[in-house]
């Protein structure tokens, strides 16, 4: 059983039904003994790092999440969820991550040619830097679906794949037990949902 964390933010029942599609039973829960049970977790989240850090420090999980990814549970982050992973965030000031991979979170427009549209939003192809356990049922250059101003840098050795966007950003990562995706998933029609089969195949 896969436990979504719900801490008030990201587009929790889509990424329900997607994980359903694939035949996994998933749970959407605010509950610390739901996600001590389960087998696996995943953190979603949109919007703005310092409200999601806010919000997911209010809820009272992340003590629960550190000690799962500490006794290592699969823990998948997912976009804002995949940011929250790092040591910290440069949106509209400095703000600490759960520091479970190192690296920082910054601007794309520090690493994309000037004039291309921020947010980047729209399908773009995947290039593997590491073969991860996410991507055994996909292949070099497949897309999957972007929406994001900022992306992940200083984490190259944890850089599972890139993407180009007018720039190389960051486009998944995997320390040990914890992995993720700036794309999401349960956007990214069939690519996305055989990322997803192979996350609940994880244990």
């Given at each position: ?163 180009d966007y007018g720039g190389i ?35």
């Open positions: 059983m896969t436990a979504i964390i719900d801490y008030g933010v990201g587009n929790l029942f889509s990424l329900k039904s997607s994980l359903s599609a694939v035949g996994e039973e998933a749970v959407v829960t605010s509950k610390v003994e739901d996600l001590n049970k389960a087998d696996r977790l995943i953190l979603p989240g949109v919007g703005a790092f310092r409200d999601a850090r806010a919000a997911l420090s209010s809820s009272g999980l992340v003590p629960c999440i550190m000690e799962n990814a500490a006794k290592g549970k699969p823990l998948l982050g997912i976009c804002l969820g995949m940011q929250l992973l790092f040591e910290k965030d440069y949106e509209d000031g400095i703000y600490e991550g759960l520091g479970l991979i190192p690296g920082e979170v910054r601007s794309i427009s520090q690493a994309i040619e000037p004039g291309l549209k921020i947010p980047h939003i729209g399908w773009n192809a995947l290039s593997f830097r590491n073969r991860t356990q996410l991507f055994k049922y996909i292949k070099e250059n497949d897309h999957v679906y972007f929406v994001h101003s900022y992306h992940a840098t200083g984490c190259e050795p944890y850089t599972t794949s890139v993407t950003l960051t486009a998944s990562v995997q320390r040990g037990n914890v992995y993720g995706t700036q794309f999401h998933p349960e956007k990214s029609a069939t690519v996305g949902l055989s990322i997803l089969k192979a996350f609940v195949e994880i244990f």
